[in-house]
């Protein structure tokens, strides 16, 4: 039995890897023009070995709902909608990344450097942590794009509870590096992923 795609399968599909080879690749790419490739590792690529098993078991939905629902996939209207998640989550991540320059690092800072701002400016006078809530629509958009109903909630999920952890351990530092100045950022700007204070 061969599996043939329609056009909105293959046009998802393809959105999809493009999706992620372009927010892979670019934050790659931005981490060794701020940083510089001497300073960078594969890590900055973001994959691990969860997020690798996250995106397989989204791809065995979109299969399996494919073949035996294949109408689930073509409301077109709830692809697009997932699209424009995709893209606005990445505009915001990316904004995040430029603006903090040097500031932004993949891995949570311990130690205060000298080259360390506290960022308030741009993206960041409307959200704490824009890095953060851009690959949470990213995320959760991808899903929506492949009309991923089980994937959406469980991304939504997995990745809201991802943050929920490492936005206070975060923020534990940043208030150790920046004192009253952080404390005042943080009551008058959310932190910009869903309910988290």
Do not use: D
């Amino acid at each position: 039995m061969a599996l043939v795609f329609s056009y909105t399968a293959c046009r998802q599909l393809s959105q999809m890897l493009v999706a992620i080879i372009f927010f892979h690749g670019s934050e790659y790419i931005l981490a060794v023009g701020i940083h510089g490739k001497s300073n960078v590792t594969l890590k900055s690529l973001l994959i691990s070995k969860n997020y690798l098993v996250a995106m397989i078991f989204s791809l065995l939905e979109y299969l399996i709902e494919y073949i035996l629902f294949p109408g689930m996939k073509e409301h077109w209207w709830v692809s697009n909608w997932g699209l424009g998640m995709l893209i606005i989550g990445e505009i915001i991540r990316k904004m995040a990344i430029i603006t903090a320059g040097r500031s932004f690092t993949h891995l949570i800072r311990v130690r205060h450097s000298e080259h360390h701002q506290l960022i308030t400016n741009g993206i960041y006078r409307v959200v704490r942590h824009p890095g953060y809530c851009g690959f949470f629509i990213w995320s959760v958009g991808t899903q929506i794009m492949l009309c991923n109903p089980i994937s959406t909630i469980a991304f939504a999920l997995v990745v809201w509870r991802f943050f929920a952890q490492r936005i206070p351990y975060e923020e534990y530092f940043l208030r150790q590096f920046f004192g009253l100045q952080y404390e005042e950022y943080a009551r008058q700007v959310p932190a910009g992923v869903p309910f988290i204070k």
